[in-house]
């Protein structure tokens, strides 16, 4: 096995591409893996190519984005596989627990062939009529989850 990574996100508003970012500057930087960055909604990666895959999805009512969960359905074999969504709940404190179970462990149950070697829930941004009305989009959160990952991918 090496260490040829995918990052695969699904986004709408942005902090799934800035936290799919922000992973793959530190695994490349930090583990000097090589790593393809690719928009769930513009292309489909073909996973042979991979020995590492990181899946990320942004939330919108109550639900993770489609291309995430289309992604999730795929044999990934012997892949080690990680699995973060970027929520506004997740961002808060108070709802991080139940943020965690609904779009990390609820979501992952239904695809039992997959096996994560980590997941994450991490905050997002939110606007309205062009104005920020939420932001707990936390990049160092971010970061400091890609520096422990680096270690349990091959
Ligand atoms: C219309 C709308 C609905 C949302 N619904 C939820 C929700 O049900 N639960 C939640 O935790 N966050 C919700 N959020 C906040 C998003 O999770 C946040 O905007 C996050 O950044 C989305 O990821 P993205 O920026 O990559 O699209 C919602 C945001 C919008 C704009």
Redesign the pocket.
């Known amino acids: 096995m090496g260490d040829k990574t995918l990052v695969a996100f699904a986004?709408?508003?942005?902090?799934?591409?800035e936290a799919s970012e922000i992973i793959t500057d530190v695994l490349k930087e930090k583990y000097k893996f090589t790593v393809d960055l690719v928009n769930l909604k513009k292309n489909s990666p073909n996973l042979e190519e991979y020995d590492n895959i990181v899946i990320g999805g942004?939330?919108?009512?109550?639900k993770v984005y489609d291309e995430a969960l289309k992604f999730l359905k795929q044999d990934f074999g012997d892949r080690k596989i990680a699995f973060f969504v970027?929520?506004?709940?997740?961002g808060d404190p108070n709802k991080y627990e139940e943020?965690c179970m609904k779009y990390i462990t609820n979501v992952l149950a239904n695809y039992p062939n997959v096996k994560t070697v980590a997941t994450e829930a991490f905050g997002?941004?939110?606007k309205m009529l062009w104005k920020t009305v939420?932001d707990n989009?936390d990049q160092a959160k971010i970061r400091a989850w890609a520096e422990k990952l680096g270690s349990k991918l091959t």
């Open positions: 986004t709408k508003g942005g902090a799934t591409k942004g939330v919108r009512v109550g970027c929520s506004g709940d997740a943020a997002g941004r939110m939420l989009f």
